[in-house]
């Protein structure tokens, strides 16, 4: 990964350096006399909170994820890069929706008295989740359902708290991603009535797995072109921003409170194009805009050798891609005085029982009768959500480079 992030999503400070200074000592304090689980934390940001987490030595420290692989990374990242604290570390490589899952928080709640905090970074993030019906009700399980079940468990295995990140996507959302973490807010909000919950809608995380900027490591490695859209503006964060964020949301944030990072339209909106021209020149190459992809292809091998490299820039078509980015919707109540960097969503448990009864009782029939159509999800989901706006065009990012 690139060792200095933030020159090529155009800021030069760390957006929540003084918010942390002023609260390192409750921080410390917090986390070092606590119990944490973080569920899907070999993921970016979930590794990116359990990094700040165990800089402060907590007293466990348990990591759940279906990764093993990441799971390895993780632990050896840690060991490298941070040693040993005096607190209990483990990872589990286990699915937080399966019947092994709930036989773990059993046995910790009976061998330990459990967690005090909670945190689920588990998701299926990506707006190309939607193209096909399995893979989206996949989503709607993992996004939706696993978080409302593994809130029950924190909540009977005596955690104090319960944090799951959101996403900017969930405000007016245009994509069934940004549409399932909205309905998971609502799941969250009936939950809230039994256990205290905070969240966190932010910008992208830059470089995060899967994403079009870690995609740019992998093609360099592979001798491939850069590709990105040229019209799409997007706010970017760092790992260990969103880390941050999701941090303070878990440990300082109020009952249903959704922390948000104050960021600048003007200012820090900026396009995957740009970022791909200031990350080839980081590494000495010139970009070479190309017509064609066929044409970035073909010239790897030629421009690399002139210290120069293929890029092919288009306007997005792709269904499901917002056309700028929000962190709040009209009529939510907003707190901006606490934190001189962070915004917060002021909540009430504003939630329609008989829209939530309405929603699983439908998916439960779709999976009883083992078929449902794409169409069919849409149109639930735009039952449960009259801000909905789909944004349709029949085309989907697998069929781009």
């Known amino acids: 990964m690139i060792d200095n992030i933030l020159p090529l999503i155009g800021r030069t400070q760390p957006l929540f350096e003084e918010d942390l200074a002023k609260r390192e000592n409750e921080l410390n304090e917090i986390v070092h006399n606590s119990r944490f689980l973080v569920i899907g934390g070999a993921g970016t940001i979930g590794s990116a909170i359990c990094r700040e987490l165990f800089d402060r030595d907590p007293k466990v420290l348990h990591v759940v994820d279906i990764s093993e692989n990441n799971m390895v990374e993780l632990v050896r990242d840690i060991r490298s890069s941070k040693g ?36 689920n970074t588990s998701a299926l993030k990506h707006v190309r989740s939607e193209k096909d019906p399995y893979t989206l009700m996949r989503m709607i399980d993992t996004n939706i359902f696993n978080t409302d079940s593994t809130m029950l468990q924190a909540k009977e295995c005596g955690a104090k708290k319960y944090f799951c990140v ?5 405000a007016n959302p245009v994509n069934m991603m940004g549409a ?13 009535l039994e256990m205290p919950v905070s969240t966190a809608r932010f910008a992208n995380v830059a470089f995060s797995d899967g994403s079009l900027l870690y995609g740019f490591n992998r093609r360099l490695e592979k001798n491939q072109p850069l590709a990105a859209p040229c019209d799409v503006r997007r706010y970017f964060v760092t790992p260990k921003e969103a880390g941050e964020l999701c941090m303070l949301s878990c440990l300082t944030g109020e009952n249903r409170d959704i922390y948000f990072p104050k960021l600048d339209e003007e200012l820090n909106l900026v396009t995957f194009s740009n970022i791909a021209e200031k990350y080839l020149r980081s590494l000495g190459y010139e970009p070479v805009q190309c017509a064609t992809e066929q044409e970035a292809r073909e010239r790897v091998s030629e421009l690399k050798a002139k210290h120069q490299y293929p890029v092919y820039f288009f306007e997005s078509d792709t269904t499901g891609e917002k056309d700028f980015e929000e962190f709040y919707m009209d009529g939510e109540t907003l707190d901006l005085e606490k934190f001189e960097s962070i915004g917060i969503v002021k909540k009430g448990a504003d939630y329609s029982e008989e829209k939530l009864q309405m929603f699983t009782g439908t998916i439960e029939k779709m999976r009883s009768a083992g078929t449902w159509s794409r169409g069919d999800l849409v149109d639930l989901f735009n039952d449960m959500l009259p801000e909905f706006h789909h944004k349709e065009t029949g085309k989907f990012l697998d069929g781009r480079m």
Request: aromatic content about 16%; overall charge positive.
């Open 84 to 119: 040993y604290g005096t607190g209990e570390f483990a990872t589990f490589a286990i699915d937080c929706g399966s019947d092994i899952f709930r036989a773990f928080m059993k046995e910790q709640k009976a061998r330990t008295g459990g967690y005090d905090y909670v945190f």
């Open 166 to 170: 959101s996403t900017d996507k969930a």
């Open 180 to 192: 399932s973490k909205r309905i998971m807010e609502m799941y969250l909000n009936r939950r809230s």
